[in-house]
Structures are given as structure tokens and as C-alpha cells.
């Protein structure tokens, strides 16, 4: 699997981990500016509406469908007015996580399986050593995770450089303002099961995914991939969206292929299901969860238009390319 992908489906999960990277070094990448050093005209500079947002139609009811990205800059904080409007309408706010869930650090930071992760990575030690100083990532706090998850934590390197950081999650971002509007949250998953979603099915899979992924890491390949993903997002192009798998170089084996649909045709099914019981209690719920997750023929928007929702696209105004 080319890790740019991993990445892009590593959800709310980074934002628990990223405490482990240490950005002191003038060669490291650059942190995410500390909030306190915020201020109100930096971040109410360039307000709008983006991404990718569709209005439920059930039994008289409205409820909204959003998708979002897990690492943004600082200028895409605050939701636009459309979002900001369909969020305060809802009485439910459902993301893929709920961030202050105290099960998400004790899931995703807990040690890897010692004798699968040398199986699966015991033989790349060295190279991701070599890529972990370059990511100035404590090694021996990498060390312990599951494979997959290093790959994710080092690929987070590539992201800073090019602007975009994980603390800027938009899915944190709107659960922040859940909070202060006292709306009711729901975790469409648990921790415990995304992170089963993330790990391939088999030993074998795995291994091959992230010898793929270290490649890719070394050849400094998935950069302008991330960065054209981040802005399809940012434009509403839901024309490079639908087309990813074409140009995500992500499909290219048996491998991949199988676990594209663990991770986003199996799981869309799971979360279709959960928003169609939030629907059947009688709640309006705004619903946001990755973008990546309204493509292909298992596209969230598609299953909940099957189950009886009036799906509609709500266009934004056209933005100037970020």
C-alpha cells in the first residue's frame, strides 16, 4: 500500500499519537503552531466552506453527511457557514471517533504483538530507523506500535513539510464545537475496531504493504499525492475525489486491493448502519467522517440513498486553488 493512502485513512487515530513526535531540530518538520499563539484575525482570515456536504431526506426529517479530512492547516480551522448552520441544526453530531474518548490513547498507543511485528517489519529495522531520525520521531517510541501505525506516524513528516498537521483535524475541529453547543456526540466506531480496520488481515498482506510503504517513504513519493488530496478537499472537486483510486498508485496489488475494501467499503457498510439506527430514533444527526469514504460503489452517501435518504450534494461557492 502506498503510504500516502494509509495516511489519508488514519482518521482521529494520528491526533491521539501525535504527543510521540519530538520537532526540535531546525531539520525536523515544522510543528503546528501552539494555540495560544492563535489569534482571532489569523484564523477568521479566510472562513469558507469546505470539503464535500449532503442533506439527508428521511420521514420529514433532515440530517447532514460531511466529509472531512484528518490533517489541514491552520487558515481551514473554522467551518464555513453552511457547515456551522447544518452542525447547530443537528441534534447529534456522529464522527468516525469521539477524540475525547480516554480508550483512543490506550488503544492506538498500546505495544504491537513483539513476535508479528518482527515478522512483518523485523527485517526494515534499519531503514525505519534511518526514516525516524529524519522525521525526528522517538525510535524506541516507534518501535513499539504495530507496523502499520510507524508507517503512519512517519509519513506525518511528509505532511508538516507540506503545511498540514494533524492537530488541525477537521473532525477535531467539529467536535470542539459539538461540545460548546452542547450537542449530543456518537462515535460511529470503537478504537479498538478501527485499528483492526487499519491492520491488514494477514501477516503476509501486511508485510508486503509496508515494505511498500518504506519504499515509497524513502522515494519521497506520497508528498504531492497528500497535498492533492488535502486540496481537492479544501476546492469541493468531487471530480478528483470519486476518481482517487485512479491516480492514488494504492491499487496496484492483490494486497492493496483487499484491504482498500477492509478499510473503506466494510467499514462504510458498518457506518451505514449506525446512522440508519440514529435516523430510526428519531434524531437529527450531523454526520462527518473522511472523504475517502464517499468513494467507490460502497460511497457512504451511495448505501444511505439505498436505504431510503434523499441524497443531495449542497455546493459550495467556488474557492481559489489553496
Not at 6 to 28: K, N, P, Q, T, W
Not at 62 to 67: E, P
Request: a neutral charge; hydrophobic letters at 45%.
Amino acid at each position: 500500500m502506498r503510504i500516502h493512502a494509509f495516511l489519508a485513512r488514519c482518521i482521529v487515530a494520528l491526533c491521539a499519537l501525535h504527543g510521540a513526535l519530538a520537532l526540535a531540530r531546525d531539520s525536523c518538520p515544522p510543528a503546528a503552531p501552539q494555540a495560544g499563539s492563535l489569534n482571532a484575525a489569523q484564523l477568521q482570515a479566510d472562513v469558507r466552506d469546505r470539503g464535500f456536504l449532503w442533506r439527508l431526506e428521511r420521514d420529514g426529517r433532515s440530517s447532514w453527511l460531511y466529509g472531512t479530512v484528518h490533517a489541514s492547516r491552520m487558515e481551514w480551522m473554522i467551518p464555513g457557514p453552511r457547515i456551522q448552520a447544518a452542525l447547530a441544526g443537528s441534534e447529534v453530531v456522529a464522527l468516525e471517533l469521539d477524540p475525547g474518548d480516554p480508550e483512543l490513547a490506550r488503544v492506538f498507543q498500546a505495544a504491537a504483538d513483539p513476535p508479528r511485528l518482527e515478522r512483518v517489519a523485523g527485517h526494515l529495522r534499519p531503514r525505519m530507523e534511518r526514516l525516524a531520525r529524519t522525521a525526528c520521531v522517538p525510535g524506541e517510541q516507534l518501535a513499539r506500535m504495530p507496523a502499520m501505525l510507524q508507517l503512519a506516524m512517519l509519513s506525518l513528516a511528509d505532511a508538516r513539510r507540506q503545511g498540514f498537521h494533524p492537530e488541525f483535524a477537521v473532525d477535531a475541529v467539529l467536535w470542539g464545537l459539538a461540545q460548546r453547543h452542547g450537542k449530543k456526540i456518537v462515535a460511529l466506531e470503537t478504537a479498538a475496531a478501527q485499528l483492526a480496520a487499519l491492520t491488514p488481515a494477514t501477516e503476509a498482506d501486511e508485510r508486503a504493504m509496508v515494505e511498500q510503504g518504506v519504499g515509497d517513504l524513502e522515494a519521497g513519493e506520497g508528498g504531492p499525492l497528500v497535498v492533492r488530496l488535502l486540496q481537492a478537499w479544501a476546492q469541493g472537486d468531487e471530480a478528483t475525489l470519486a476518481s482517487y483510486p485512479q491516480w492514488c498508485r494504492c491499487m496496484d496489488s492483490p494486497a492493496e486491493q483487499r484491504f482498500l475494501q477492509q478499510v473503506n467499503d466494510a467499514r462504510n457498510e458498518q457506518m451505514a448502519r449506525r446512522l440508519v439506527a440514529l435516523h430510526a430514533d428519531g434524531q437529527r444527526f450531523f454526520a462527518a467522517v473522511g472523504a475517502l469514504h464517499m468513494t467507490g460503489p460502497k460511497a457512504l452517501q451511495l448505501l444511505l440513498r439505498a436505504e431510503g435518504f434523499e441524497v443531495r450534494r449542497i455546493p459550495f461557492p467556488s474557492s481559489p486553488r489553496p
